[in-house]
């Protein structure tokens, strides 16, 4: 699974999240934000969902147009890829913060259905 950024990070712009797993084609994946990614998520199987559940997660999952987020729960395509957009709040004390955003994919095929799980991409919104 691979996240990646594009645009810049400043406040008050869109920026697009690009999501890819192309083993994992026409399967669900779900986006979210948090403000740190130690400890984590620990699963039972020992893989770790490299954020961490605080505020920012739970409403990047609950509530994403509240931090507007969109598209961040969807499906993937034929080739395994997607795009959510974050539209930066226009708050200036974000200047300087760093969010870090992560996706998992679900496929309920398989005995554990959290089939893949990306690396946490770090976001430092500019002012």
């Given at each position: ?29 779900v ?6 990614t ?20 739970l ?6 147009q ?29 200047a ?32």
């Amino acid at each position: 699974p691979r996240l990646t950024l594009q645009g810049i990070p400043r406040i008050g712009t869109t920026v697009n999240l690009s999501v890819s797993d192309p083993l994992y084609s026409s399967r669900k994946y779900v986006l979210a934000f948090s403000l740190g990614t130690t400890p984590g998520i620990p699963l039972g199987d020992g893989r770790v969902i490299p954020l961490n559940p605080d505020i920012i997660f739970l409403v990047s999952l609950q509530a994403p147009q509240w931090i507007g987020l969109r598209n961040n729960i969807a499906l993937l395509n034929q080739q395994g890829q997607a795009a959510a957009s974050w539209d930066i709040p226009n708050i200036p004390v974000l200047a300087s913060t760093t969010i870090y955003a992560a996706f998992i994919v679900v496929d309920h095929q398989q005995q554990l259905p959290i089939a893949s799980i990306s690396g946490a991409l770090p976001i430092m919104i500019q002012p």
